[in-house]
Each structure stands twice: as structure tokens, then as C-alpha cells.
């Protein structure tokens, strides 16, 4: 069983202070994904990695930023968190890079409260 | 813009009725289509998927039909049940140089009325 881990399920922070949520897969997985869910726009991709140190923009990108020092980790950053980063942040993983039938698999989801 | 759309926020299913979740999208590049399942505070499990290369998937009480010409995909739940009162995300993937980008719907959130 693939099993993709948070840190945290709830999280409080306050305004302007600096976040880590951190990702482990277990499976050796090469792509790493984190998405923010919000009621009424579904999943949106903030950033992925399909290997060690490499990082992608995705679609919303704009005041976060990503680590992948080891395969099997990868954390987001809110450089200076804001209420309206407010939200639950999702971790993926997926096997195949260059697979047509590649499949996501979840975390458990972290849900961050910004005061 | 939103290249993977579920357009029906709410669905509500008597127990033993059939449920059908539609998703339509517009980029004719995707490959591959899965459907999520997410109870709340938790995370998205994956639920079925299917191939562009085929227009039906089953996989006991669930059955997912694809249509390319239509750019359309709907999920059949039968019988339903109340434990599949949940969230439903319809994904699509298309494949990259560097690998898969994966794209969400809104999400339909059935419930199955006993």
C-alpha cells in the first residue's frame, strides 16, 4: 500500500510567520505534488517535483516555495504566511515519470488556519 | 482557465439508486482519466480510472464511460450506498517531457439518502 504521510492535520499560524508542511512517501515515488483545496475551486497545484531538487511551478505558485533534498520528502514553505493561504493543503506522489496510466496518490491533507 | 469541469456541485441518491457523476474537459491531449473519492478532513483516494485508448471501466460497483468525441467521462455508482456519500474529483492527466501534469475538477458532493 502506498502510503503518503503529513505532518501535521491541523495547523494554526499567525499572519507573517514563516510555515513548513512536510511530505513523506514511502513507496519511492520520482513526483511529488502539493495542492491547496478550497470549497468551490477544487484542487489547484502550487508546485511539483519529478526529482530530487527539481521543482516546478504550478498554478499558483505566488507566495510559496518548495524543498525536495530527498526523494521521498517534500516540503512547502509559506515564506510569510497570510489569511489567505488559509486553506488545506494537499501532498501527492506518483510513480511513473513518462507512464500514460501514472496515478496520484494522497496525504491525508494538513489543514492550515492563518489568524 | 478550467480545462477539467464537473458542473453539478451536489448530488442526492436514494440507497440502491444509481448515481452518475459527470465531468467534461477540453484539452483533447489527456490520456488518462481518474476519479477521486474524499471524505471530509481527509485526503483524496483513488477510486477508478480509465485510459483514452477505452470507453468503459469497471470495477465492482463502480463503472467509469468515457466518450473522447464528446470530451466527456461519467462515473456510475450502482447500487449506491451511504458510505459513498463523499466528495467526487474528476482528474485528468496529460503527458510532458518530464512527466505527468495531473488536472482537478471542482469536485460533486453525493449523498446517498438511506
Known amino acids: 500500500d502506498v502510503k503518503v504521510t503529513q505532518s501535521s492535520r491541523y495547523l494554526v499560524k499567525r499572519t507573517g510567520e514563516k510555515v513548513f508542511l512536510e511530505c513523506v512517501q514511502d513507496?519511492?515515488?520520482?513526483?511529488m505534488f502539493w495542492y491547496r483545496q478550497d470549497p468551490g475551486l477544487g484542487l489547484r497545484l502550487i508546485y511539483f517535483s519529478y526529482d530530487v531538487k527539481m521543482k516546478e511551478k504550478g498554478d499558483i505558485p505566488e507566495g510559496y516555495s518548495v524543498s525536495r533534498e530527498k526523494k521521498e520528502r517534500f516540503s512547502l514553505i509559506l515564506e510569510s504566511a497570510s489569511t489567505n493561504q488559509t486553506s488545506m493543503y494537499l501532498c501527492?506522489?506518483?510513480?511513473?515519470?513518462?507512464?500514460?496510466?501514472?496515478?496520484?496518490?494522497f496525504g491525508p491533507g494538513t489543514r492550515l488556519t492563518v489568524l | 482557465d478550467q480545462q477539467v469541469k464537473q458542473n453539478s456541485p451536489s448530488l442526492s441518491v436514494q440507497e440502491g439508486r444509481i448515481s452518475i457523476l459527470n465531468c467534461d474537459y477540453t484539452?483533447?491531449?489527456?490520456?488518462?482519466f481518474l476519479w477521486y473519492k474524499k471524505y471530509p478532513a481527509e485526503g483524496p483516494t483513488f477510486l477508478i480510472s480509465i485510459s483514452s485508448i477505452k470507453d468503459k471501466n469497471e470495477d465492482g460497483r463502480f463503472t467509469v464511460f468515457l466518450n473522447k468525441s464528446a470530451k466527456h467521462l461519467s462515473l456510475h455508482i450502482v447500487p449506491s450506498q451511504p458510505g459513498d456519500s463523499a466528495v467526487y474529483f474528476c482528474?485528468?492527466?496529460?503527458?510532458?517531457?518530464?512527466?505527468?501534469?495531473?488536472?482537478f475538477g471542482t469536485g460533486t458532493s453525493l449523498t446517498v439518502i438511506p
Open positions: 501527492a506522489s506518483s510513480l511513473y515519470g513518462l507512464s500514460t496510466t501514472d496515478t496520484q496518490y
Open positions: 484539452n483533447s491531449m489527456f490520456d488518462y
Open positions: 513507496m519511492d515515488h520520482e513526483n
Open positions: 482528474a485528468a492527466s496529460e503527458m510532458f517531457d518530464t512527466g505527468n501534469q495531473f488536472y
